[in-house]
């Protein structure tokens, strides 16, 4: 696999999780049970085959140890959500190897929703309140050490049913957030809530629409500190009952999304310039030729069931038909470099262990290659890696 290369540290990891990647090193956490929890903090060289340890620390047993891992400009950031009427916080200065800071902040009714990172020193974190079906939204600032409300509930509930997911970009020297108004899965939005409202002549004033925005990431947490109930987004495209609007990715110089229009059946992907969100139309897709499952992650194309195989059939950003042998419980991960299948499959066995493995087919020279544990795709990379 000389386009390809597979980074097998199976035998350094133990119950862990890749906190970051690049082309020179892993970041990630090991998890040992003893008589109390052990985590440590490692880094892999990848040029050097060796590990160091960045950092360790111990909590006690527990169910209820919920932990989430952010790494930005050389610290890692240990967000402890375990305590719902303490936040508490971790800066690791990974040059060093030692604690940098550490926080603890009083909160009510702390949520253990995946919180939303913006950089080392702003996060967004939920609270619950006596609705079951509403959470608080709030701003973390660490460097001040205080905590605001957001107000805007649009932004907070949007961005709630989307996992929690921001983006961030700079353009010249300007920061911004991307935030992508969602209110549930896909198949939700267009089977339930369009097949509901569509042959209604009156439409509710508040149902959720799909949106994508912008805005200056100063101005932002400006609002936010100022409890701005209407924060000041830049709307690129927006869509009521009838469609969504969904967030792709972006690069150096565009913001990339979708817009699916459910009574055609005609999803467009965009591109938005960064410098003045100019929107270019960049690929059709007439869902109606298709007869599969869709998938959408960071492709969308096409998946078809058959007894001994599944056959794959990509449609954005690449076109590709490819087949996978099928096992039990096998799924598809990705097509690299044109000739690389990758899937993985999983098993317990009679006493409720669970197993996982990663299988790469070379279609170029029709070989299989089969690893024994998770995975983690970085560029060319494959981290082959242990988290059971």
């Not at 919920?66 to 009427?85: L, P």
């Not at 600032?141 to 509930?157: A, M, P, Q, R």
């Not at 969504?244 to 059946?265: A, G, H, S």
Request: hydrophobic fraction near 30%.
């Amino acid at each position: 696999m000389e386009d390809l290369k597979i980074l097998d540290i199976t035998k350094y990891t133990c119950l862990s999780e890749i906190i970051s990647c690049d082309k020179n090193e892993i970041i990630f956490v090991n998890e040992h049970h003893k008589e109390d929890v052990q985590y440590t903090i490692n880094s892999y060289d990848i040029k050097s085959n060796k590990i160091e340890e960045i950092y360790n620390y111990t909590t006690e047993k527990s169910d209820e140890v919920t932990q989430f891992y952010r790494y930005y400009n050389n610290e890692i950031i240990i967000i402890d959500m375990s305590n719902e009427d303490i936040l508490q916080v971790k800066i690791i200065e990974k040059n060093s190897n030692k604690l940098k800071d550490t926080h603890k902040l009083n909160v009510n009714k702390l949520s253990k929703a995946i919180p939303s990172t913006i950089n080392n020193r702003y996060f967004l974190f939920f609270t619950e309140t006596d609705d079951i079906f509403r959470c608080t939204m709030n701003l973390c600032d660490l460097e001040k050490n205080k905590i605001y409300e957001i107000k805007d509930t649009k932004f907070s509930e949007g961005l709630r049913y989307n996992n929690n997911y921001l983006d961030v970009y700079n353009y010249n020297n300007e920061e911004y957030l991307i935030f992508n108004e969602v209110y549930m899965e896909d198949y939700e939005y267009e089977m339930d809530v369009y097949e509901y409202f569509k042959n209604k002549k009156d439409i509710e004033d508040n149902i959720e629409c799909e949106a994508l925005y912008v805005i200056k990431l100063n101005d932002f947490i400006k609002g936010i500190k100022n409890n701005i109930e209407d924060l000041n987004f830049i709307e690129i495209k927006k869509r009521c009952i009838d469609g969504w609007v969904r967030y792709l990715c972006m690069d150096k110089e565009f913001i990339y999304f979708r817009e699916k229009k459910f009574k055609t059946q005609i999803e467009d992907i965009y591109k938005v310039h960064k410098s003045n969100l100019e929107i270019t139309k960049i690929k059709r897709i007439e869902h109606k030729k298709y007869n599969g499952e869709i998938y959408y992650c960071e492709e969308i194309g096409y998946e078809y069931d058959y007894e001994d195989y599944i056959k794959i059939e990509s449609i954005y950003p690449y076109e590709y038909n490819i087949t996978i042998k099928k096992e039990k419980n096998t799924f598809f991960a990705d097509y690299l470099n044109n000739r690389y299948i990758i899937s993985f499959h999983w098993y317990e066995d009679e006493y409720e262990k669970y197993f996982q493995f990663m299988r790469i087919v070379d279609n170029k020279n029709n070989v299989c290659y089969k690893y024994n544990g998770a995975f983690y795709i970085y560029d060319n990379y494959i981290i082959v890696y242990n988290n059971d």
